[in-house]
Structure formats: structure tokens, C-alpha cells
């Protein structure tokens, strides 16, 4: 189906996606809130990883698993810059003729959730099910948090001394007016036009989180790009040629020239999907997507998933700057409130 009007979504695939990755949000999920993300590790057994040219133990699949659950399924290159997850001599190793290369970390990594997911005919160390009790877990917690519910609202009834008719009316006419408030307030939004942002935003985000999870396929795609004068290399050269430049400094050794050129390639080739989209919603932007990466790699050493992965890393990085920036402005802000309200105070003394 359509998402958000924008784009196509393979329903089967995202479900199948979001069932397997469930287990392990829950798991995790758990964890932090008892303090012990840092020393978690999943109930399975699985079988020992053998044929990499690095040793690998259940730590690392741990800090696989954390990493998913933190960046997101294919996001290496971040896992593997994060000093907490310890795998930066592990995975997306710089000799591509040794072993792990991506393809075969997210080879592990599909196995370990459909062990956590009860999948793989593995035996489990905890009965419950074949979730590992994550399941009957949530629904101990879900009863629990019901209980907790139901006992406040009988002790604030005994405190207003059993209001009972009285209080269920006053609830139902608080009710209605909430419900004619929030109606006049929607009503002015579409006088506004506050509908059409509204529409906008969701396209773009919708548009934004589908481009995030695209993964490259040469075998289906590579071929269409091998004659440089064929209909999708020659639109491909159009739609990048605003960065050619960027794109030649891809081979440079400087590694912040690198980032950058690849942030500046990577913004824009997600502004050209959002104009093809707007020039034809049709379009199937998860190929083109796939066509322009492949161009790109082209001119340079690297494969096409890796610089989309570095792209993403870089983007991850910068997002997370910029909102530390932010919160420090703020309290800079409230810092020098606090001194002007100091020295009114001082001011009135005298």
C-alpha cells in the first residue's frame, strides 16, 4: 500500500521486519529500565561463529544485538563507531578480502533475532515459550500497571468521600467539553491551512524514514548502470552533476573531506528523490535510490552500501551535535536570566 500518499510500502516485509526486532526491543527495553543494558546478554544458545579472521564471542553478539536495537538493522558503520559496543576492530573490516564484511555481520545478526524470536529450533535456557517469557513478562507488567490503575481511582473516590452519580456526571460533561474544544480547534486548522503542513511534513518524514531503510541490491540494479550511455547512467550524471565535485574528493585521503563530501552527496541525493516524487508520485524510488549510489561508487574505491552507510553515520553524528548544541543554548539562555534577576535583586536592595 501507499504510505502517507508518498511511498509504497511492501506490508508483508514490514510486518515480518517489525516481528522479528519486537523480542529484542522488549528484552532490551527491559533491561535499561533495571540498570543492566551494559551487562545484558540474550537468552539463547546460539552456535559458535567459526571462518572470520577475528575472534568472535557471545559478548560480541550482544554488542550486535545492542547496536540494532540502538542505530537500527544495517546501520554498521555506526555500531562500529561506537566505543560503547566495542567492535571497531570487528566488523566492517577495511580488507575487504577478510571476514566480517557487512553482508556477513547482518548474515549473524538476522540468526541471533530469529533465535531471540523463538525461530531456528533452538532450545531455550528459560520455559515460557518460545520468546524466552519476554511475552508472558509484558503481560505480568500490563496486569500489574491495571491494578496499580484501578486501586488509585478507588482511593481517590474514598478521599472525595464516594461522590459516586455526582462525580461520574461532572466526568462526563468535563468529557464533552474537551471533545467541543478539540473539535473548534481542528476546525481552525483547516481554516489555516494548518492540514496542508500537517500532510506535507508527514509526506516528507514518511518519504525520509523510507529512504533510511533501503539497503542496495547491485545484483538487481548494477547492470542498468554498466553502459555510460544508457538512459539511467545519462539521468543519474544529470541528477548528480550539482555535486561532481564532491564526488571527486570521495578518493581523497583527508578523512574529514571525505565526511563531508559524502554528507553533501547524501543530502543531495535525497532532495532529487523528493523532486522525482513530486514530479511523478509513481516513481519507484526505492530503484532510483539504488541507481544513484551505484553511480556514485563508481568514481570511487568504495561499494555502494558503504558509502550509503557512511552517509548515514554521518547524518546520525550531526543530528546528535546539533541537538547537544541546542540544549546547551538553552541553558545559556537560563543562565543568564538568572544572573539579570540576580542584579534587579541587588538593584532594589540599594
Known sequence: FRFANVVDVN???????????EPLHLALTAAEAEGKISSWKPSIKPRPQNGWD????????????KGIHKYGAGSWEAIKMDPALGLADKIHLKDKMKKPQPKHVQQRAEYLLKLIGGGGGVKREKKGGGDGGLKERKRVLDREKDRDRKRKERDEKKKEGGGGEKDEKEKEKKEKKKDIS???HHHREKKDGGEKKNEKDTKESGLESFLNAIVINMATYGPALDDNKGKVFTECVNMMR????????LSSEDEKEKSKSVQRIGEHAR???KKLKKRNPESNISKWYNY??????????QEPMDLLISYRAVESKRETSHKHKEKNHHGKKDGKGMEKDGEKMKEKKK
Open 292 to 301: 544513484v549510489w551505484i553511480f556514485i561508487a563508481k568514481f570511487c574505491s
Open 242 to 249: 550539482p555535486v561532481h565535485k564532491y564526488i571527486k574528493r
Open 11 to 21: 506490508v508483508r516485509q514490514f510486518t515480518k521486519t517489525q516481528n522479528e526486532l
Open 54 to 65: 577475528v575472534p568472535w564471542t557471545a559478548e560480541d553478539d550482544a554488542a550486535i544485538l
Open 182 to 184: 478539540k473539535k473548534e
Open 271 to 273: 532532495e532529487e528523490m
